[in-house]
């Protein structure tokens, strides 16, 4: 289930139930993450994923550091056994994923939804507590795309007016064919209006992204499994599929240990960092590492092989009130270093230095600061 016992009623505060993918041996962190930075309950992880209840929103969920991607559960269950059974039994089986508990996915996207409101509204409300002056410039952008968008339409109004009274012309001509074009019109028409019912009734779109492992993936590829799946949504649910740009993805992992389902939170990975223009040691790990060394406010922090700065990134993000130095012998990764550290507005908070870590004695090492880039 999405949510813990109480319905879609219930929502968000009754606390949600997701999970968040890690990368190996990063579980534990994640878990002690997801209890202090969310005050989740009922933490509980498998190998590569980490499971948990919580009532935070969307802005509290994307501060999480160690985790790959976050996830909205919909089914946690046992793997399907495909050693003696036949492939169509297994293609049924899953098809129970959707049809046995459809409440359990209800549920889920009520959730999803609520999320997703709930940060427009803040998005919104932020806008509007925006520079009036930026705000005025916004509104007049909107209100000249509006103009040009109402010529577009005029102008293409136009020509389909003419090219609707030139086939009428032509129609007139040839009176034979007047009643089957009128007969078509009538079905199109009749077709277009049973579309937009169905539309408003089910105007959800998704797709879904399968991964399989273990002995199911020699018996499956990932798009048969998602080809069954969407099949069984469309039939349930009503929901139109859409693989380039859907309103809603669907997650499902197959493996020799469980089934999960479960709706991604972001498009993006909370492991793809904004702040990190050049990407060196994995942003989790480097996270992890940090968060070892217990930083303290007031400390002084020396990473002695920096390499391109992510550990003092991550660090001085998490921990601002620090004095950050970063050591290396190379200037590529120096010079990479003060890319990082100007992309992510920490160039005050770190300082980087060119020194050989491999000295014999103080004379040995080579100390230059790096400022600027040079």
């Known amino acids: ?56 929103d969307l802005n509290m969920l994307k501060k999480l550091k160690s985790a790959e991607r976050l996830f909205l559960l919909i089914k946690k269950q046992l793997p399907f056994n495909v050693s003696s059974v036949s492939k169509g039994k297994i ?81 007139l001509e040839q009176g034979n064919f007047t009643t089957k074009r009128d007969k078509s019109q009538e079905e199109l028409q009749n077709g277009g209006a049973e579309a937009v019912d169905t539309h408003n009734q089910n105007d959800l779109t998704f797709r879904v992204s399968c991964r399989c492992s273990g002995a199911i993936a020699k018996t499956f590829t990932a798009q048969e499994v998602g080809r069954v799946i969407g099949i069984a949504l469309m039939k349930q649910f009503g929901w139109k599929a859409d693989l380039r740009n859907p309103n809603l993805e669907i997650f499902i992992h197959l493996s020799d240990i469980y089934s999960v389902v479960g709706i991604p939170v972001f498009r993006v990975p909370l492991a793809s960092r904004a702040y990190i223009k050049t990407a060196g040691l994995r942003s989790t790990v480097a996270w992890a590492m940090a968060s070892l060394a ?41 010079l990479g270093a003060c890319d990082n550290l100007k992309a992510a507005g920490l160039k005050d908070k770190i300082e980087l230095l060119k020194v050989s870590v491999i000295g014999q004695s103080p004379k040995a090492i080579e100390i230059k600061t790096v400022t600027n880039g040079t």
Do not use: H
């Open 1 to 56: 289930m999405a949510a813990v016992p109480g319905g879609r009623r219930s929502g968000l505060a009754a606390g949600a139930r997701f999970f968040c993918t890690a990368g190996r041996g990063l579980e534990p962190f994640l878990m002690r993450e997801v209890r202090s930075r969310l005050a989740a309950t009922q933490v509980e992880y498998i190998s590569g994923k980490v499971f948990f209840t919580t009532c935070s």
């Open 294 to 334: 217990e930083i303290k406010a007031g400390a002084v922090v020396l990473d002695p092989m920096c390499g391109l700065g992510t550990i003092l990134l991550e660090a001085a993000k998490e921990w601002p009130d620090v004095y950050y130095v970063g050591a290396d012998v190379s200037d590529s990764q120096l």
């Open 91 to 171: 293609f049924n089986e899953m098809q129970r994923l959707t049809n046995d508990d459809p409440e359990s996915w209800l549920n889920a996207i009520s959730i999803w939804k609520n999320l997703l409101e709930l940060d427009a509204k803040k998005v919104k409300l932020s806008q509007k507590n925006a520079n009036p002056l930026k705000r005025k410039v916004g509104e007049n952008d909107i209100i000249a795309k509006k103009l040009k968008t109402e010529r577009m339409q005029e102008i293409q109004e136009k020509k389909e007016c003419q090219l609707e009274k030139q086939i009428e012309e032509e129609t």
